[in-house]
Nanobody
Framework: VQLQASGGGLVQAGGSLRLSCAAS????????MAWFRQAPGKEREFVAA????????FYADSVKGRFTISRDNAKNTVDLQMNSLKPGDTAVYYC???????????????WGQGTQVTVSS
């Protein structure tokens, strides 16, 4: 079972990036999927999550209105569209899969390796 995150990079404040997470090893169509991020010296924090059907989405207050999570169960992928990026969004972003939509790190069973997002001012 593997989650592979991609799409990170360096962008100026106000710009956009789209992260993608590809799952392999088994179908994830019945799993909740989420994105977390971890900035240097800080704990990993919840960013966004989506239910297995895609019918429900949840966002941290800090990204609400700027980020959009989506999934394609046929392709076993989950994306995070990030707009109006701020320097405070700089972090390593991780995708995760688990049985239910939750905001806690311990609630997810599978994790990707992370992709770096750097937003310059």
């Amino acid at each position: 079972v593997q989650l592979q995150a991609s799409g990170g990079g360096l962008v100026q404040a106000g710009g956009s990036l789209r992260l993608s997470c590809a799952a392999s090893g088994r179908p994830f169509s019945k799993d909740a999927m989420a994105w977390f991020r971890q900035a240097p010296g800080k704990e990993r924090e919840f960013v966004a999550a989506i239910s297995w059907s895609g019918g429900s989405t949840f966002y941290a207050d800090s990204v609400k209105g700027r980020f959009t999570i989506s999934r394609d169960n046929a392709k076993n992928t989950v994306d995070l569209q990030m707009n109006s990026l701020k320097p405070g969004d700089t972090a390593v972003y991780y995708c995760a899969a688990g049985p239910l939509v939750r905001i806690g790190v311990d609630e997810y069973d599978y994790w990707g390796q992370g992709t770096q997002v750097t937003v310059s001012s």
